[in-house]
């Protein structure tokens, strides 16, 4: 009962967090907030301990496969990132200089890093610990749909990315193998963007 109620009030957290922040300060605090701060306070509430979230550094198995994945989509990420539709949606943030762009791609990581501890570890951990696949469904259809909006050919990119995470992040016990692998491929990404 509590692994449900952790799910229905994590959903809310989403649907009360969108489209605020007008910049990318504001949308890396806000994100902080309703995907960290709210979503952690109420598990601990409910009783859950951190580690059953994934908040742990983890097994390294996990890190092996986020950097083999990373590895593997390569051509993918090269090949998007010479697409129109790409080029002129990322990177997500305007920058004037290589140290603003920097600390820009920083924040993309707090992003990053409250993304993957919400999907990937307070929504997926406690319901896999039920049953594998739900916990993977359930975090995944939520990460799918928030990508709606992007270019087109990320939705289902990131249905099956969401994926993966989840199978690493389940081998490692921890959601930091997605983080790094999400927030690397990202600056990768946006990287070749803009050069």
Same mark, same amino acid.
């Given at each position: 009962?509590k692994?449900?109620?952790?799910?229905?009030?994590?959903?809310?957290?989403?649907v &009360?967090n969108?489209?605020?922040?007008h910049?990318i300060?504001?949308? +890396?605090?806000?994100?902080? /907030?309703f995907?960290?701060?709210?979503p952690? !306070?109420? &598990?601990?509430?409910?009783?859950?301990?951190? *580690?059953?979230?994934?908040?742990? %550094?983890g *097994?390294k198995?996990?890190?092996?496969?986020a950097?083999?994945?990373?590895?593997i989509?390569?051509?993918?990420?090269?090949?998007?990132?010479? $697409?129109?539709?790409?080029?002129?949606?990322?990177? !997500?943030?305007?920058?004037?200089s290589?140290?603003?762009?920097?600390? *820009?791609?920083?924040?993309?990581? /707090?992003?990053?890093?409250?993304?993957?501890?919400?999907?990937?570890?307070?929504? !997926?951990?406690?319901?896999?610990?039920?049953? *594998?696949?739900?916990?993977? $469904?359930?975090q995944?259809?939520?990460?799918? $749909? %928030?990508h709606?909006?992007?270019?087109? $050919?990320? /939705?289902?990119?990131s249905?099956l990315?969401g994926i993966?995470? &989840?199978?690493?992040?389940?081998k +490692?016990e921890?959601?930091?193998? +997605?983080?790094?692998?999400?927030?690397?491929? &990202?600056?990768?990404?946006?990287?070749?963007? %803009? !050069?």
């Open positions: 009962m692994t449900f109620l952790l799910y229905l009030l994590s959903l809310l957290f989403i &009360a969108w489209n605020l922040g910049n300060y504001e949308w +890396s605090f806000y994100n902080v /907030v995907y960290i701060v709210l952690f !306070l109420t &598990a601990y509430i409910l009783g859950f301990k951190p *580690k059953e979230l994934g908040f742990k %550094i *097994k198995d996990g890190y092996i496969w950097l083999i994945l990373l590895l989509s390569m051509p993918i990420t090269i090949y998007a990132s010479r $697409l129109e539709q790409f080029r002129e949606f990322y990177p !997500l943030f305007s920058f004037n290589w140290s603003e762009f920097l600390f *820009k791609e920083l924040l993309i990581g /707090v992003i990053m890093l409250a993304h993957e501890a919400f999907y990937r570890g307070i929504l !997926l951990f406690p319901l896999a610990k039920k049953h *594998k696949w739900l916990g993977i $469904l359930a995944n259809i939520p990460y799918t $749909l %928030i709606i909006g992007k270019p087109g $050919l990320e /939705v289902p990119y249905f990315a993966f995470f &989840a199978e690493i992040d389940l +490692s921890s959601f930091l193998p +997605s983080f790094f692998l999400h927030w690397t491929g &990202a600056v990768i990404f946006d990287l070749l963007c %803009i !050069l």
